[in-house]
């Protein structure tokens, strides 16, 4: 059973940037997109963007322009560089991999973004 772990996320100021990674314990085939979601207290689970096979990358219009997702195919690690985080960017944070079969998603790590 392949396993995902996040890196910890932390508590970053208004405006301040933060990089999550996401590795896999082992090599995955046949995957279709490998991204990223969060989920605020009381609400539900948003994505907030991927990265597909080719590279393409695509994102929530919340993020546009201050995230960025990218991979390591090396080292099975998905990123998630997040600049100039706002406050209502406060949440637990979740990767996910999609294959075929399903999805796989991480433990979450939260990030908190301070006013």
């Known amino acids: 059973q392949v396993q995902l772990v996040e890196s910890e996320g932390g508590l970053v100021q208004t405006g301040g940037s933060l990089r999550l990674s996401c590795t896999a314990s082992?090599?995955?085939?046949?995957?279709?997109?490998m991204g990223w979601y969060r989920q605020a207290p009381g609400t539900e689970r948003e994505w907030v963007g991927h990265?597909?096979?080719?590279?393409?990358?695509r994102y929530a219009d919340s993020v546009k322009g201050r995230f960025t997702v990218s991979r390591d195919n090396a080292k099975n690690t998905v990123y998630l560089q997040m600049n100039s985080l706002k406050p209502e960017d406060t949440a637990v944070y979740y990767c996910?991999?999609?294959?075929?079969?399903?999805?796989?998603w991480g433990q979450g790590t939260q990030v908190t973004v301070s006013s």
């Open positions: 990265i597909i096979s080719n590279g393409s990358t």
């Open positions: 996910s991999v999609k294959v075929p079969w399903g999805d796989i």
């Open positions: 082992r090599t995955i085939a046949g995957i279709k997109a």
